[in-house]
């Protein structure tokens, strides 16, 4: 049996399998297209909801269970995505002890899941099974909501309709931003002011244009390495770290290996306390050693990730890469 940290993803033998989830928490399930999102609210699989086509959730006296048929999922499901929030529905995982899941196949224990540590978030991706190349993986996460699953659930395409609830005081907005949509719960959306993906693309459009400014070819947005990029931002603000290496000594090269991106060239970037794309993309090039890596001419792809929390409130990280 293994055991996987954020990023870190292993091959699956069949298509059957359960993931229990012990403590007081409820699990839930996303069943998602090659978009990234649902197809309609039965693709949620939650208490109130708790079967979908190859999805099941059940209770036994000792945990949550999750039991999936990934040959048996809807027509053009391509990854399903397992949540952890609080079985109250309020309390924080920092108030919490640290959740630790077990993956099974044919009744064996195969992995363990082990999320890095949250503070006041209120929903938890756990891991996702995906496809790649015809065969299914997991891969472990650990992407936290302030919001519950309400934030989730809205950043997959489930419309949800809630009255507006006024914002936590112990999770500030580190800059002026958007009001967030209704949430079910006390909070916000952790991992940008406003929709994370626009933040996201201007970092990437911003580092472009820079590159352009010498002459050089653009970079692409490449997933793996957006992955690579997000978990370590995250695994930072969550556990309190600013560096290129984790606590453990897994470094860049490490995580983009475990996001399953093979490669020729890799190199990241990392920053933290800035409030905006513009900020912390100036900042990179204002110092020498990163400006270096956004003027690198062999590199050809970008994954940049963002993650709110910590000492400095806002963490980031670019990933560049070429592919072998």
């Known amino acids: 049996m293994v055991e996987l940290v954020s990023g870190a993803n292993t ?50 006296p000792e945990a949550r269970v999750i039991d999936l048929n990934l040959a048996r999922l809807r027509p053009g499901a391509e990854r399903v995505v397992l949540v952890a929030s609080p079985a109250d529905g309020t309390s924080p995982f920092g108030w919490l002890p640290p959740p630790l899941a077990t993956v099974r196949a044919a009744g064996r224990p195969v992995a363990t899941l082990r999320p890095p540590r949250l503070d006041t978030q209120t929903a938890l991706q756990i891991a996702e099974c995906y496809r790649r190349g015809g065969r299914w993986k997991i891969r472990a996460l650990g992407q936290g909501y302030a919001d519950g699953l309400a934030g989730l659930a809205r950043d997959f ?31 916000r959306r952790l991992p940008a002011p406003g929709p994370a993906g626009d933040v996201l693309l201007e970092v990437l459009e911003l580092t472009n244009a820079e590159r352009a400014r010498f002459g050089l ?9 957006a992955a690579a990029a997000a978990g370590h931002s995250a695994d930072m603000a969550t556990r309190g770290f600013f560096a290129h290496e984790t ?19 890799v190199a990241e970037n990392i920053a933290a306390g800035q409030r905006t794309a513009r900020e912390v993309v100036a900042g990179w090039m204002d110092s020498p050693g990163h400006r270096a890596n956004i003027l690198r001419p062999e590199v050809r792809q970008l994954g940049v990730g963002r993650a709110e929390g910590g000492e400095y409130g806002v963490y980031w990280t670019q990933v560049f890469g070429t592919p072998r």
Do not use: H, K
């Open 11 to 60: 091959d699956l033998a069949g298509s059957e399998l359960s993931l229990s989830l012990p403590g007081p928490f409820d699990l839930s399930a996303l069943v998602l297209g090659a978009d990234g999102r649902v197809s309609g609210d039965r693709d949620m699989i939650f208490y109130n909801q708790p079967n979908a086509a190859g999805v099941t959730l059940r209770d036994t």
């Open 157 to 187: 395409g489930i419309e949800v309709e809630e009255p507006p609830a006024p914002a936590r005081a112990s999770t500030p907005a580190p800059a002026p931003a958007p009001a967030p949509a209704p949430a079910p719960a006390p909070g």
């Open 217 to 225: 070819a653009p970079l692409s947005a490449e997933s793996r390495l």
């Open 247 to 265: 606590p453990e000594g897994v470094g860049v090269a490490d995580r983009v290996v475990a996001c399953g991106y093979a490669y020729a060239v």
